[in-house]
């Protein structure tokens, strides 16, 4: 057994290279893990950095000189910041504080639908099932209620995250943007000199991951964005909200545009029943949720990220148990960061023969 360990470590990591490049990636994914929550703002800023040093090298390419492609996407940065505390934020929380008072209505409606069941339907639903459902719903938003207190008792420290959050992040951001060449510069000088299979994974991911992340952010807005304009224009309540969830939502792929249907409909029935209302909106959703699918996903990613649908499953399960939210929204880059190691990595064929003992 102990050959069999030795023959496989002597074929995939007599290469120094492939050594290095292995403990950087497990020094990396250690520190993510143990240290992740005290460097947030750290890995915050370089995530907004990296979204938008595409721009900057735009810019450049039209011959605007860096420093000054630099601070225009900064102050373009801070402008939306701005927009979003001032203007998205309590839209948002004023409607989110406006559903939660209206949840016991909601519950009172839907419970009045659901003992009608059992009358129309005796055959498949039952009495003590529509209970048991009610007394379920019930419960959750018991739930729900007590993790509002809860929430609201310890926002002090929350708010204070924020404010560090507000201020550190754009200061962050400003340095990732203007000093990038230096801070790569010190950083390649620990390197190896000869680092072919590392440029050779820096330029695969680049070029996917770079594509994929920028491209996701502007699914998000777009998305959003239409979702916001449509509801409101059909009146829907609290359009912001579904907007946001509608925005988010692609982010899962295969499920999340799934998930999100549920609230949607659930509103809207409850706003307006089974009317004419109810089905013109689930058809501009549905239209909605299709010109995402088939003509603004081809467009933003041209580059598609060469991966099977199991693969990204697993990997949504994977990185998002272990780093929630942002481990659900870096899922396919980091799958495809996996992929691009494989790839890249020496193949036993492609090295020399072991020397004979």
């Not at 659901?114 to 209970?131: A, C, G, S």
């Not at 699914?219 to 059909?234: D, H, N, P, S």
Request: glycine residues 8%; aromatic residues 12%.
């Amino acid at each position: 057994m102990f050959k069999v360990l030795q023959d496989w470590v002597r074929r995939y990591f007599s290469d120094e290279e492939a050594v290095v490049l292995a403990l950087l990636l497990i020094l990396g994914f250690a520190a993510i893990l143990t240290l992740g929550g005290m460097l947030a703002p750290v890995l915050a800023g370089l995530v907004l950095a990296f979204l938008m040093q595409g721009l900057v090298n735009q810019l450049e390419r039209l011959h605007l000189h860096e420093q000054a492609a630099v601070w225009l996407v900064y102050v373009l940065f801070i402008g939306l910041l701005a927009v979003g505390l001032l203007v998205l934020l309590p839209l948002l929380w004023q409607q989110l504080i406006t559903l939660f008072n209206e949840l016991p209505r909601m519950l009172g409606e839907w419970q009045s639908l659901l003992l009608v069941l059992p009358e129309r339907y005796p055959h498949l639903v039952t009495d003590e099932q529509v209970l048991q459902a009610i007394e379920a719903a019930r419960g959750e938003i018991g739930k729900f209620g007590q993790w509002a207190l809860t929430f609201s008792l310890s926002s002090l420290p929350l708010l204070v995250n924020i404010m560090i959050y507000l201020v550190l992040v754009p200061i962050l951001v400003f340095f990732f943007l203007k000093d990038r060449q230096l801070i790569g510069g010190w950083l390649g000088g620990y390197l190896p000199r000869r680092r072919r299979l590392m440029t050779q994974v820096w330029v695969e991911m680049n070029r996917q991951i770079a594509n994929y992340i920028r491209g996701k952010v502007i699914e998000i807005v777009i998305c959003g964005g239409v979702t916001y304009v449509a509801f409101l224009w059909l009146g829907l309540n609290y359009a912001a909200l579904l907007a946001l969830l509608v925005g988010l939502s692609v982010v899962v792929p295969y499920i999340g545009a799934v998930v999100v249907t549920v609230p949607v409909a659930l509103i809207a029935l409850f706003q307006w029943g089974w009317s004419d209302q109810f089905i013109y909106l689930m058809v501009v959703y549905g239209v909605i949720q299709a010109l995402d699918g088939n003509v603004l996903v081809p467009l933003l990613f041209s580059e598609a990220v060469s991966l099977h649908p199991v693969a990204i499953i697993c990997a949504v399960l994977l990185f998002g148990g272990l780093w929630g939210f942002w481990g659900v929204f870096f899922a396919i880059p980091l799958a495809t960061l996996c992929k691009a190691l494989l790839d890249a990595w020496p193949r036993p064929e492609s090295l020399p023969p072991p020397a004979p003992v």
